[in-house]
């Protein structure tokens, strides 16, 4: 198949997505193949990293820390294939310690147990108030990836960059 052309697949999806690629569609006055190719590039630039087998290690952990919860419950990932995929091949400076390939899982899936497995690691940020705990648990997360793996986390501001 040539890069510029569209092929026709086949897609199981429930009742209820179905209804709601429906709804969207309706509302955006466009047809239901639009909206799932715009579910489709929206999924495929969030997940862009994983879609290039060169990148492994440290480089993928943006990913995982920003749609990890998402990807563990989707995909049933747990920390031996989170583990397989990061460091399968990777070099020791590139490599992410297992602990804290445990913790991303865990908060993907166990939010209550991540929570305390951070607490112990950083317990300094641990008396801060946060709010949300799913939303606290993520950004407590990602503070701890990023300070330990990373020179400085990623701005959410591109104004900063």
């Keep these: 198949m040539t890069e510029g052309r569209k092929q ?13 690629i429906k709804k969207l569609a309706q509302r955006l006055g466009a047809r239901d193949s639009d909206v799932i190719r715009f579910a489709l590039k929206t999924m495929f630039a969030r997940l862009a990293p994983l ?3 060169s990148l492994r290690g440290r480089a993928l952990l943006p ?9 563990f419950h989707h995909f049933d990932l747990d920390t031996a294939r989170l583990e397989e995929i990061v460091n399968g091949g990777v070099s020791k400076a590139q490599e992410v ?3 804290d390939l445990e913790l991303i899982a865990m908060a ?9 497995l951070l607490n112990r690691i950083t317990p300094a940020l ?14 407590r997360l990602r503070g701890y990836i990023y300070s330990k ?3 400085k986390e990623p701005s959410s501001d591109p104004a900063t960059e």
């Excluded at 026709?8 to 709601?20: F, M």
């Excluded at 990913?63 to 990807?71: C, K, N, R």
């Excluded at 641990?126 to 950004?139: C, H, K, Q, T, V």
Aim: hydrophobic fraction near 35%.
């Design 8 to 20: 026709a697949i086949s897609l199981r999806v429930t009742a209820a997505d179905l209804r709601k």
């Design 51 to 53: 879609c290039d087998h």
């Design 63 to 71: 990913v995982f820390i920003e749609a990890g919860s998402d990807l």
């Design 97 to 99: 310690e297992s602990d």
């Design 108 to 116: 993907g899936t166990h939010q209550t147990y991540a929570e305390l």
């Design 126 to 139: 641990a008396s801060e108030p946060l709010g949300n705990m799913g939303d606290a648990l993520s950004g």
């Design 149 to 151: 793996y990373a020179d």
